[in-house]
C-alpha cells in the first residue's frame, strides 16, 4: 500500500477484516490498483489498519492513498467533467452524496461485485452508494472545568451562566443553525425545513462566546485539549479519542446529530472495477467494527456492533443507547439549501 501527501505515525496491527480474503484471491488480478481519497491523520490510520492493509494483502489489488483532494460533490463533479480523475474511491456525508448523485457525478453500484447479502440493506445498499461509517456531531466538555458533568443539550451549550467558559464550534452552517433551534426550543420533529431567521437569531446570542471556529478535525480536538475551548461542537470521534488519549474530555449524547456516509465511486473513473471491490469489502462487518472501534465512528453495517469490543461499544454513536438521543440529520433538505445557507453564514460569520 502506498500513500501520496501523508505518512502513517504509527504500526497497527491488521483487524478480522482479514478474514474475508478467501471470496476475492481467486479474482482479483495481482496488478491492478484503486487510489482512495481519504481524510488524513487518525481517520486515514483508521482506514489503513481496518480495511486497506487487509483488503491489499487479501486481493492483490494496490491501494494509493490520496489524501490532499477535494472530496466533495463539487470535486466529484470537476473530475467527472474534465476526466482528470486524482482518485477512484471516497466517502462522502450524505448531503455530499446526495448532491454528487443527483448530478450524475457517481457510479451506480455494481450489486455483481458487491455483495448484497452480506449488507444491512436499508441503511447500506443504495443506487449510487453503500453505507460506510456514521459520523455524529456532539457536545464535548471538560470534566475538570466541570467535573459535576457539563452540557448534556443544546440549550445547556447555549447557557453560559450554568455552563461559563470559551466554546468551539465547526465553521459551517450545521451543526451550529441546528443545534440553535433545539436550543431555542423546537422540538427535534419539528426542526426541518429549518426555520433561518430563527436560528441565525439564536446563533448571534452564542457567538461571542465561541472561541474557536474549527474547519478540521485536528483543529477541533487541538481546541478541546489545549483548553482554549472548555466546551465544544465537533465530530463524537475526535471527543472519543481525545478521552481515550487520556484528555480530561466527555461526550454527551443528547441531540446528537447523526450523519451516514458512504462509499462512492465517482463516474468514469480508471479503476471501477477495484474501486467496487474496495467497496465490497469495507462493507462488511468485520472491518466495519474494527474502523469503529479505532475511531468511535458506528457502523452502518448493523452486524458489525455486536463484533465491537463490549469495553467500546458505549462510546460509539450508533449504540442504541446513544443512538436514541440523537437527532437525524435530514440531508436532502441540506443538499436542497446548503449552498444558499452556506453564503448566508458566511455573511453572518464576518459581521
Not at 446526495?98 to 441503511?123: C, F, H, M
Not at 467535573?147 to 455552563?163: L, M, S, V
Request: one cysteine or more; hydrophobic letters at 45%; proline letters at 6%.
Amino acid at each position: 500500500m502506498t500513500q501520496r501527501t501523508f505518512t502513517r505515525r504509527r504500526a497497527l496491527k491488521l483487524g478480522a477484516a482479514s478474514a474475508l480474503a478467501a471470496p476475492f484471491v481467486k479474482t482479483a488480478r495481482a496488478d491492478s490498483k484503486v487510489v482512495v481519497g481519504s481524510w488524513g491523520g487518525p481517520y486515514t490510520d483508521a482506514q489503513a489498519e481496518a480495511f486497506f492493509k487487509p483488503f491489499e494483502a487479501a486481493t492483490g489489488i494496490k491501494v494509493e492513498i490520496f489524501t490532499a483532494g477535494n472530496f466533495t460533490a463539487a470535486g466529484i463533479k470537476a473530475a467527472v467533467e474534465t476526466g482528470h480523475y486524482e482518485w477512484d474511491w471516497t466517502t462522502l456525508g450524505g448531503a455530499e452524496s446526495t448532491n454528487a448523485a443527483r448530478g450524475g457525478w457517481l457510479e451506480p453500484v455494481d450489486y455483481n461485485i458487491v455483495d448484497k447479502s452480506k449488507l444491512t440493506q436499508d441503511r447500506q445498499a443504495f443506487e449510487f452508494g453503500v453505507g460506510a461509517e456514521v459520523t455524529s456531531d456532539v457536545i464535548a466538555y471538560r470534566t475538570d472545568v466541570f467535573p459535576d458533568g457539563g452540557p448534556q443539550n443544546w440549550a445547556d451549550y447555549w447557557d453560559t451562566e450554568k455552563f461559563p467558559g470559551p466554546r468551539s464550534m465547526y465553521k459551517n452552517p450545521w451543526p451550529l443553525l441546528e443545534a440553535a433551534l433545539l436550543a431555542d426550543g423546537v422540538a427535534p420533529a419539528d426542526l426541518y425545513p429549518l426555520d433561518l431567521d430563527r436560528a441565525f437569531a439564536k446563533a448571534d446570542a452564542i457567538k461571542e462566546h465561541v472561541t474557536v471556529w474549527w474547519e478540521s478535525g485536528s483543529q477541533s480536538q487541538d481546541a478541546i485539549i489545549s483548553k482554549n475551548a472548555v466546551i465544544s461542537a465537533l465530530w463524537n470521534g475526535r471527543a472519543g479519542m481525545s478521552a481515550r488519549d487520556g484528555a480530561p474530555v466527555a461526550t454527551s449524547w443528547g441531540q446528537a446529530f447523526y450523519d451516514p456516509a458512504m462509499f462512492t465511486v465517482p463516474k468514469g473513473t480508471p479503476n471501477r472495477e477495484a474501486a467496487m471491490r474496495l467497496t465490497d469489502w469495507c462493507a462488511q462487518p468485520e472491518g466495519q467494527a474494527r474502523f469503529a472501534e479505532l475511531t468511535f465512528y458506528g457502523p452502518t453495517n448493523a452486524a458489525a456492533i455486536d463484533l465491537i469490543d463490549e469495553a467500546i461499544r458505549p462510546n460509539i454513536n450508533t449504540h442504541p443507547d446513544n443512538l436514541a438521543k440523537s437527532v437525524a440529520r435530514d440531508f436532502d433538505w441540506w443538499a436542497d439549501n446548503l449552498a444558499a445557507v452556506n453564503e448566508r453564514f458566511v455573511a453572518w460569520l464576518i459581521t
